[in-house]
């Protein structure tokens, strides 16, 4: 496995501002995640961060309000922008490629809007 | 599209009863299965996974599942809870076992009672 951290480990922020999450590895990997976990409900994808290239997003997610960086293959960063009340959400990284064939989860941003 | 059903949204128990959790899955490709458990206030951490070889899956801490491709179900089942197994267990499938996109269930939320 390896040893994922994130920042910040909460926040809370108004309405209309940006906030960057930061996610670091301890090791190289091949595979960066985001996904969003909404109150009460599960997980679901937000994209798959790419090293050297622009993010792959799934269906309902756009670049311009989660811009998400990868410049090397330890850290990412996801962005949500111009944020609303409906933002507010548990935002997790994850790593894949590893030896084991699992993902392995970051301890969670937790982001309320108000 | 692979999709994954939980069939119970909550379960609860009392304590050293047996308990099952139901999960369902849907795809057109070979699947990879996970459980993940999520303790309140953390991150994710990996149950168990079945990626090839014997179908049936045990963790450390005493859970097992059992792949079986004719009903595509992955339950997890444990003999005899304790009060720290409280918590919410996620379903996953992958169509790669390289730890790649994954596509979670709703999840079901464990309540052990003394």
């Known amino acids: 496995s390896a040893v994922i951290s994130q920042k910040p480990s909460r926040d809370i922020c108004q309405r209309g501002t940006s906030l960057t999450i930061q996610c670091q590895v301890d090791?190289?990997?091949?595979?960066m995640f985001w996904y969003r976990q909404q109150p009460g409900q599960s997980l679901t994808l937000i994209a798959t961060a790419n090293q050297g290239s622009e993010a792959t997003y799934e269906s309902g997610f756009v670049i311009d309000k989660f811009p998400i960086s990868r410049p090397n293959l330890t850290f990412s960063t996801l962005t949500v922008s111009n944020m609303s009340p409906e933002d507010s959400s548990i935002y997790l990284c994850?790593?894949?490629?590893?030896?084991?064939?699992?993902?392995?989860f970051g301890p969670g941003t937790r982001l309320l809007v108000l | 599209a692979q999709s994954v059903t939980q069939l119970d949204s909550q379960v609860p128990v009392f304590e050293e009863a047996p308990v099952e959790l139901r999960c369902n899955y849907s795809s057109s490709v070979s699947v990879y299965l996970f459980w993940y458990v999520q303790y309140p206030n953390q991150g994710l951490q990996l149950l168990l996974k079945y990626l090839s070889g014997s179908t049936l899956v045990e963790s450390i801490n005493g859970f097992e599942a059992e792949f079986n491709k004719s009903q595509t179900s992955f339950h997890l089942r444990k003999p005899s809870v304790h009060i720290s197994d409280t918590a919410e267990y996620f379903c996953a499938v992958s169509e790669n076992n390289q730890g790649g996109k994954l596509i979670f269930g709703q999840g079901t939320e464990l309540s052990v009672k003394p």
């Open positions: 994850s790593v894949g490629g590893l030896a084991g064939g699992a993902q392995y």
């Open positions: 090791s190289q990997v091949t595979m």
